[in-house]
């Protein structure tokens, strides 16, 4: 759910199964985004999904935040509560972006550790969204494919799968997305994301602003066919467009859900 | 060539942390002695790090997340600066959100306070000329603007509640509302500009604006210096007869004069729902 739409769901009541928040959004802020958000949380399921846990982060778990989403989640009635398998920042500082970890039997001991305690904290499984990475530490040891679905399995979390991210992460490590994809537990994936990203020839960068490309949609079908149908979510976070453009997306995910490939080409 | 050791997660995450955000890339980022320190054989050989793909460079793909960092701070400060932007121009006004991001480096989970410091940075950075003068004073207007955005919510003070008031009452004033006291006349040049318009540089000419959240529209409103003083100790948390005095020690204006003026500041004031009910 994005600011520019604030006006259009809060006046149409647009019929969606439900919405996702940046959780950072509405942190410390006491105007606008949240009025609107408290009225849109009466009539839709809210989900957070947030970009600043830092679960990979060897810095301190930040209990204060931790309890700013507790409350937030408890404000909205949150039926889950994520972020993405990912670094933001160390010593003290933020990058506001999503650092790979390097996928090592460390780095794995130590996220599912974090993971393990955050969500003993707040009461609930995270969701654990694969991010899109755009280099490969050196030492890693597995493949990111198998260090999620271990980090799923011995932290005991939950998985967001952005399909758009395995498309992007794939492109620029050269990997094949089926093999990854099938290398996810699904029956621990509770939400999917689809997005665009931006295509610059030697590598793909997760833009969330435009539409989901082609080669996207048939990965999309791929685990709609494997899994069954999932909770899917549009991200577009810049070049925003109207409303009805999101949700001719959003129909278009339906349809794919709905296993009628061709209808929604 | 010696295999490097290969290094801890905390250590790896430093000298990344170290490489990306330092303000002339990664490739200068790499070599630069804070991540030398941390990981040296990296300087001489980035692959021992970070895999090159078919396509790109081990360094190629630090930039990545290098360039990225810089952009999405920037971008996040065009939005909060946009009069300023315009001011200075988009290559100066990126530049000087550089430096500021390398200088100020974000320490919060949130992104509300990373410009927290960008007036008093342009202030000590920027060249002495009133163009520059100037668009000090409206970064710090831009600001308020955004501190106002994310206040608290407060109920405002009803008729009867201020009909009640008297000299002895501390009023309780709105979290959302911010005081500036500034070197130009800020707040109508960005007036202008957000017209449009291209106002002339001006002259220094002390003004002072009230930037507060009424509903959830922010607004800007230039006050008179009694008025703007009286409102001072008012936040202060002076009873209004000491805050009324208070604003004659300091004004330039008469008892009289303040006395004829006050119900139309109140009127104003309660109009802008600058006063709260307390919070029991």
Redesign the interface.
Known sequence: MRTQHFRHITSKWPAMDWFEIVSENFIDTGGRPMHFLDQVAERYPIVMHGVSLSVGSTDPIDFAFLDKLKALAKRVKARWLGDHVCWTGVAGLNGHDLYPVPYTEEGLRHMVSRVRTIQDYLGQPLVLENPSTYLTFAASSMPEEEFIARLAEDADCALLLDVNNVYVTCRNHDLDPLAYLDAIPLDRVVQIHLAGHTDNGTHCIDTHDGRVVDAVWDLYARVMARAGGRATLLEWDAGIPKFSVLQQEVRKAARFRNGVREAAA | MKAMA?????T???W??AV??HPEGAETGLRAPKARRLLAAAARDP?????P????S?V???E??AH??YA??VEVMETEYPTVRQLLGPHAFAAACRSYVAKH????????GLSAGFPDFLAKSLPRSHRHGLAVDIARIERAMEDV?????STPMTAAEFAAVNGRTRLAVN??LVLLELRYPANACMNAMRRGEQPRIPRPRVTRVIVF?RG?QVMRREQEQVQFRLLQALVAGKPLAAAVRASLVHGAGNADRVAGRLRSWFEEWAGAQLFIKKIK
């Open positions: 290969a290094p801890s997660l905390a790896l995450e430093r990344m942390q990306v955000m692959s021992a790090v970070v895999l793909s078919k396509q790109l081990s190629e793909r630090l990545i997340y990225m960092y999405r701070l480096p974000s320490r919060a989970r949130l992104l509300n955005f994310d206040a608290p919510a979290p959302a959240r959830f």
